[in-house]
Every structure is written in structure tokens, then in C-alpha cells.
């Protein structure tokens, strides 16, 4: 079984200011992705990353991952209340079979206070 | 465009009670579908996962059941439900094991 480990578990910050969040594994990953759950909410697909080393940017938010494919970051600039939030990243897989689905991590708590 | 629709939006039951949770997706065919329990404030445990009409595979032993009577139709239930039943319930989609999209899930308190 493939785990993902995000760190950190909570943080809270204030507006304005920038953060990173993470997502490890000591499994090889043939993409990965990162949601966002809003309270009551189902999780909202933000970006999918699949080469090593690959940077994409949304808005404000960077991901990036990592070389050797086994972790992840996201980077949020001028953090604001909007971005609050569960984040959590989810990666994929495959033996010779096909995919075998996808893993999710337990998710990072973002609070970003006005 | 897909949409996936989840109903009921919440639902408190007491316990020994039976369940019956939907799930619908529109605007693709042969989709794979997922049931998932979160916890509060927790990831997401993965329940039920199906590739076609009538395949189900379980992840998790428990009093839960799943089926999935259409294409595009996911159905999950219970014939006496448990206090630790309680939870977010989210149902999901995807067309080849990678992107899932996620339902606005159903919020199920066990009394």
C-alpha cells in the first residue's frame, strides 16, 4: 500500500503572507494531484502533475513535483481568506495491470486569517 | 460537460436503521465510480470502487454495501447502521483512474 504523507497537518497564517505545503511518499508516482475542499464540500480538483520536475502555476498557487516523482509541494503567494481550506494531494500508480487508482493523503488544514 | 449528483444532502438516521445513499453522474458513459467516508476534519477512506454495471470491489470490511444497478448510477447501503457509521460521504468519478471528480457529498449523522 502507497502512502502519502502532507505536512504539515494544520496551519494558519495571516493574509498576506506565503506558504508551502507538502506531500512525500516513498512510492514512484505516475502523476499527482492536488483538491481543495471547502467545509461541506466535495474536494475540487486543482492540477495534475505527471513529468518530474514539472512546475505549473494557478494564479497565485505553484506546484511542483519533485524530480524522482515520489513528492510534491504547493506554494501559495500573498496568501488570502478565499484560500482556506483542506488540501489534499492524491497520486496514481500502475502495474502492469493499469492504474490502480488513486492514493489520497490525509490532507493539510489551511486557515488564513483577514 | 459531467456532473455528478448526490442525494440526500444530509440525512440523520438512528442507529439499527437501514441506508440508501445515490449517486448519479451525467454527460459521460462507463465511468469508474468510488464511494469514500471522510471523518471530520480527515482524509478521505476509500469504500467502494466500481469498473462497470454490477462490479463492485470493497476496500473496507464493514456494514456497508454497494451497488450499481446502471452506467451511471452508484448506490450505497446499509441494513442496520452503526454510531460509527456517522460521516461526510462522497461519491466520485473518473474515466481512466487518474482525475476523480468529486459529488458535493452527503452528510449522515447516526443517532
Known sequence: ?114 | SQTIHQWPATLVQPVGSPLSLECTVEGTSNPNLYWYRQAAGRGLQLLFYSVGIGQISSEVPQNLSASRPQDRQFILSSKKLLLSDSGFYLCAWDRDNREQYFGPGTRLTVT
Do not use: M
Open chain 1, 1 to 114: 500500500t502507497q502512502l502519502l504523507e502532507q505536512s504539515p497537518q494544520f496551519l494558519s497564517i495571516q493574509e498576506g503572507e506565503n506558504l508551502t505545503v507538502y506531500c512525500n511518499s516513498s512510492s514512484v508516482f505516475s502523476s499527482l494531484q492536488w483538491y481543495r475542499q471547502e467545509p461541506g464540500e466535495g474536494p475540487v480538483l486543482l492540477v495534475t502533475v505527471v513529468t518530474g520536475g514539472e512546475v505549473k502555476k494557478l494564479k497565485r498557487l505553484t506546484f511542483q513535483f519533485g524530480d524522482a516523482r515520489k513528492d510534491s509541494s504547493l506554494h501559495i503567494t500573498a496568501a488570502q481568506p478565499g484560500d482556506t481550506g483542506l488540501y489534499l494531494c492524491a497520486g496514481v500508480t500502475y502495474s502492469g495491470g493499469g492504474a490502480d487508482g488513486l492514493t489520497f493523503g490525509k490532507g493539510t488544514h489551511l486557515i488564513i486569517q483577514p
